[in-house]
């Protein structure tokens, strides 16, 4: 396999599920032509995810601090 043949399903399938779980309306997996791209926006999105994650910790963090 190489990363200018087709995304696989698997791929395919967490893109939609992390472009929902980031609240991303458009559909971002049906331009994907090639593995190499579907890895690329996995890791962009996988980043964002870990961001959000992160920055609902700090907030939860602050306000248990508070009280």
Do not use: C
Not at 39 to 57: E, S, V
């Amino acid at each position: 396999m190489s990363w200018e043949d087709a995304p696989t399903g698997a791929q395919i399938h967490r893109i939609a599920v992390f472009a929902i779980a980031l609240g991303i309306k458009s559909p971002i997996e049906e331009g994907i032509q090639t593995r190499g791209q579907a890895r690329d926006i996995l890791n962009d999105l996988y980043q964002q995810i870990k961001q959000k994650n992160r920055t609902k910790q700090d907030k939860t963090v602050n306000a248990s601090q508070r009280i």
